[in-house]
């Protein structure tokens, strides 16, 4: 049983910073692409981050030079490290991991930039 598991989210000021963690079982993420969505009410998930198999990462345009995909095989867990937070920013967090025929998905962890 494939089960993803997010943590690191809260109440951050503006110019702040968190880092989201993303913990697996029953799935090497090493093996998959492990990507960080958002989603805020209303609004459709989007993609945040994605690494690769071999480390390569993607982001979206709106994060880049802010935010910071990596993964520990170690601990088959994968981060999102996120400086300079913007109220922009808000949304709930999630790790998605695809088999090719099943998506996986956390609970989401909050996270909102706010003074």
């Known amino acids: 049983q494939v089960q993803l598991v997010e943590s690191g989210g809260g109440l951050v000021q503006p110019g702040g910073s968190l880092r989201l963690s993303c913990v697996a079982s029953?799935?090497?993420?090493?093996?998959?692409?492990n990507t960080w969505f958002r989603q805020t009410p209303g609004n459709q998930r989007e993609p945040v981050a994605a690494?690769?198999?071999?480390?390569?990462?993607t982001y979206a345009d709106s994060v880049k030079g802010r935010f910071t995909i990596s993964r520990d095989n170690a601990k088959n867990t994968v981060y999102l490290a996120m400086n300079n937070l913007k109220p922009e920013d808000t949304a709930v967090y999630y790790c998605?991991?695809?088999?090719?025929?099943?998506?996986?998905w956390g609970q989401g962890t909050q996270v909102t930039v706010s003074s």
């Open positions: 998605g991991v695809s088999t090719g025929t099943d998506n996986f």
């Open positions: 029953g799935i090497m993420l090493s093996s998959r692409i």
């Open positions: 690494i690769g198999v071999g480390g390569t990462t």
